[in-house]
Nanobody, 124 residues
Framework: QVQLVESGGGSVQAGGSLRLSCAAS????????MAWFRQAPGKEREFVAL????????SYADSVKGRFTISRNNAKNAVYLQMTSLKPEDTALYYC?????????????????WGQGTQVTVSS
C-alpha cells in the first residue's frame, strides 16, 4: 500500500515557476514508477510526466516538454515536479500517482495509487 500527499500548488502569473512535491508512504516506493497527471475543469485527466524507479528514465507530455522537470528522492520517499515558464493552460489540479508497472506508462488506469491533488492556477 502506498499513500501519496501532494503539496506546493498555488497561484502564479504566466511565466512564473512552481515546484510540486509528493510525499509517499509505503515500503515499495523505491520500486514504483511515479508520475504526475493533471485535470483542468471540464477536461479529462491527462498525463504530464513520469519517472522510473531508479530515475534513469523520464518522459513528458509534449505540452510541458522543456518547461517541466520530474525528479525523485527515494531516500526521502518523494517525487517532485519543477514547473517553469508556466502558462494559463497549465491551470489544473495536479495529481501524483504510483504504479507497480515498469516502462512507458502514461494511462491513468495503469497507476495503482493516487494522491488527492494540489491546485495550480496560472493567470495571464
Amino acid at each position: 500500500q502506498v499513500q501519496l500527499v501532494e503539496s506546493g500548488g498555488g497561484s502564479v502569473q504566466a511565466g512564473g515557476s512552481l515546484r510540486l512535491s509528493c510525499a509517499a508512504s509505503g515500503r515499495t516506493f523505491s520500486t514504483n514508477t511515479m508520475a504526475w497527471f493533471r485535470q483542468a475543469p471540464g477536461k479529462e485527466r491527462e498525463f504530464v510526466a513520469l519517472i522510473s524507479s531508479s530515475s534513469s528514465t523520464t518522459s513528458y507530455a509534449d505540452s510541458v516538454k522543456g518547461r517541466f522537470t520530474i525528479s525523485r528522492n527515494n531516500a526521502k520517499n518523494a517525487v517532485y515536479l519543477q514547473m517553469t515558464s508556466l502558462k494559463p493552460e497549465d491551470t489544473a489540479l495536479y495529481y501524483c500517482a504510483a504504479s507497480q508497472q515498469l516502462g512507458w506508462i502514461t494511462r491513468g488506469h495503469q497507476y495503482d495509487y493516487w494522491g488527492q491533488g494540489t491546485q495550480v492556477t496560472v493567470s495571464s
